[in-house]
């Protein structure tokens, strides 16, 4: 069985463009967090998407914001980058909320 | 909002000695969970506790889920060098995504 996927490995990005970061997520989980991790940091929950809806998100600001796909794959969109969004972005994914997978996550650095 | 604290933040041990970290929520929690990131890596699931008082083991490692279901431990008999890593708490906060502790980082020295 496939795991959750996340694509690009890396991201160099320049103070102000967008970043998009993907994430694909274990077959049959229809439920998709992210989740933000600056160095040395904890995880911090940025968005839940479940059902192809937005169920939550966390304290961060518009410029923060995604999508989920029919196929539940989804989508992080990072708006006027500043540097410290400098993190490691992780997606995870679940049935019914127990055991989360996490993928490899994406590391984007702003510059 | 709720609130995991985990402590300690850092442990240093020598191979072979044990190894605990403590997890506290400021609310009563459904479920708390744990995941072990090991360095450069993403957080791996470990384990789920679910009902009061429960303790479940495997192999090296004890989790406990208090009473109050507002704390939880992790304890590793005897480390080794593989258990190298952050260790995490989780707990969702009623029918909401995972809420993390800071996490302890665990170094072993051989």
């Known amino acids: 069985e496939a795991g959750v996927t996340q694509s690009p490995t890396h991201l160099i990005k320049t103070r102000g463009q967008q970043a998009t970061l993907r994430c694909s997520p274990i077959?049959?989980?229809?439920?998709v967090y992210w989740y933000q991790q600056a160095l040395g940091l904890g995880l911090q929950f940025l968005l839940w998407?479940?059902?192809?809806?937005?169920?939550n998100r966390g304290n961060f600001p518009p410029r923060f914001s995604g999508r989920q796909f029919p196929n539940y794959s989804s989508e992080l969109n990072v708006n006027a980058l500043e540097l410290e969004d400098s993190a490691l972005y992780l997606c995870?994914?679940?049935?019914?909320?127990?055991?989360?997978?996490f993928g490899s996550g994406t590391r984007l650095t702003v510059v | 909002g709720q609130q995991v604290m985990q402590i300690p933040q850092y442990q240093h041990v020598q191979e072979g000695e044990d190894f605990t970290t403590y997890c506290n929520s400021s609310?009563?929690?459904?479920?708390i969970q744990w995941y072990k990131q090991r360095p450069g890596g993403h957080p791996v699931f470990l384990i789920q506790?679910?009902?009061?008082?429960e303790v479940k083991k495997q192999k090296r490692l004890t989790f406990q889920f208090g009473e109050a279901k507002k704390n939880s431990s992790l304890h590793i008999t005897a480390t080794q060098t593989t258990d190298v890593g952050t260790y995490f708490c989780?707990?969702?906060?009623?029918?909401?995504?995972?809420?993390f502790g800071k996490g302890t980082r665990l170094s072993v020295i051989a």
């Open positions: 609310t009563t929690l459904s479920n």
């Open positions: 995870a994914s679940s049935l019914g909320g127990a055991g989360y997978t």
């Open positions: 989780a707990g969702p906060p009623g029918n909401t995504p995972l809420v």
């Open positions: 077959s049959g989980h229809t439920s």
């Open positions: 998407y479940d059902e192809g809806e937005e169920r």
């Open positions: 506790l679910v009902k009061s008082g």
